[in-house]
């Protein structure tokens, strides 16, 4: 490869259109420039580091025969240039590069990974070997094994995409992204990565999942203090992490646990001069919230009206209106109050 090639691929790099072995390689070359102090060598030093990099790229292990050597013009200059593109290369690998995306291609070994974006306007489905489904929002990317291994099944995300988990308490499946790593056997959630405006969220549908910390994060690796401890997630619940903190609250549109589920439910949303303790304790069933008041006030009053075909807030809302109450989420549960 020449130094006009080389730079074409930095350029490729840059914009994200490279392949992953091309990636890699990059990668590579950097760590290679990284190993040595620039401004402690000499002027031979560099130029011996310069031939033996261009080499390295280039993937010749066996160097029987020593590099040609040219005399080189105007020598000062030549350190200056190379210690003024180490550096460039430097702090533009260092500002591009992703960590966690190196750590999950190295842990998965030698297995073929399957990279699908989505780049249309629509969320498309994909399938993967185990019959789990991943349903990719736009712009959101995901690589994966095209044949999962035999004990663990493991992805890569960025973006946002819906799961859908087979279950095999045999092989637990992993969802990596830049941030946070979902465990879980077999369930349905949300992963939304990390933006510049939106922090990295795990909104749990069916079945429960572990979120932690992704601990390659840092490119210097994190410290045991500053690690979030992880968190369990149930359905209706979400995660959000910010700041090595990870808080779970409730989702923002929470669904019935037999839609979820998709059975079955005998439990009737109209209510004729029902105590509202009986209510909440009927709701919290539906959706697997606690909802609960803070006195006993509010328990002894009675509601009597429809909320079939209503969403969870918005019969709280109704119930609320005619008591003379609020609610308010705390955590995982929400709190009915009267005062103000």
Known sequence: MNQKSFNDLLSRYQTGTCTEAEKLWVDKWYHNLNNRNFTDLSSKELDEMQDNIWLKINNTEEQTIAPVKVKKLWPKFAIAASIAM???IGGFYLTHYNPTESAFISETGDVALISKTNDTDQPITISLSDKSTVTLKPQANILYPKVFA????????????FFSVSKNPKRPFFVYDQKLVVSVLGTSFWVKSSTDKMPAQVAVRTGKVRVQENEKSSLFGLSNDKIAKPILLTPNQKGIFNDHKLNKTLVSKPIPLAEAYNVPSSLSYNFNEESVAAIFKTLSEAYGIEIKSDNE???NYTFTGDLSKKGLYEQLDLICGTISSKYYINGTSIVVSNKN
Not at 150 to 161: H, S
């Open 86 to 88: 180490a550096f460039l």
């Open 150 to 161: 035999a004990n663990k099944r493991m992805v890569y995300l960025k973006g946002t995409a």
């Open 297 to 299: 006030q509010i328990s």
